[in-house]
């Protein structure tokens, strides 16, 4: 189905791992600790957006003085506390075991670097990925472009024949940035 495309990149949490409901909680836990209310809605919006981004977005819709990358940090420590027991792929996955030696995949995560690495290892898929780009390997995050650019050149492929597979809102605008195409795999796995 994806055989016109030169590469194919996908989107992490929420994408090819089943990691949101781990997201939340942390958040959830981490805000708790700040007084902060935990606004689950407001969370869905900003996703594919890096933690530190989500935490500025909390602290401004709540005047806060707490300092965001603090924020960040805390739920990204938390996160690791929970991810690793309950992590799992997704349905996706499958197209990503189709494609493997068939065409250069990469992971274009809104994660850090390393929490990707770590995740895509524990799983057992780490294998299938030629390249993995993570919040800290850009500068501009989703939905600017840079991280889906940044796949395309490591995998020696020009953006317009790549394919993105994605889950948020944030992604899909950087993928078409991009110009390329974009799977909404909301449409996909039923979220």
Known sequence: MYDRYEGLIFD??????????????????????????????????????????????????HHSDVDPHVLAGEKTAALKEMLFDTVRPLPLIDVVKAYKGRRPMA???????????????????????????????????KPEPDTFIRCAELMNVVPTRCVVFEDADFGIQAAKAAGMDVVDVRNIQGK
């Open 107 to 141: 992971v274009g995560t809104g994660s850090e670097h390393a929490m990707a690495e770590a995740l895509l290892q524990h799983v057992g898929l780490r294998h299938y990925f030629d390249i993995v780009v993570g919040a800290d390997d850009v500068t501009r995050h």
């Open 12 to 61: 992490m949490d929420g994408t090819i791992l089943d990691t949101e409901a781990t997201h939340r909680k942390a958040w959830q836990s981490v805000l708790a600790r700040h007084g902060l209310p935990f606004d689950e809605q407001a969370l869905v919006g900003l996703n594919g957006a890096p933690s530190w981004r989500i935490a500025r977005a909390i602290i401004a819709s």
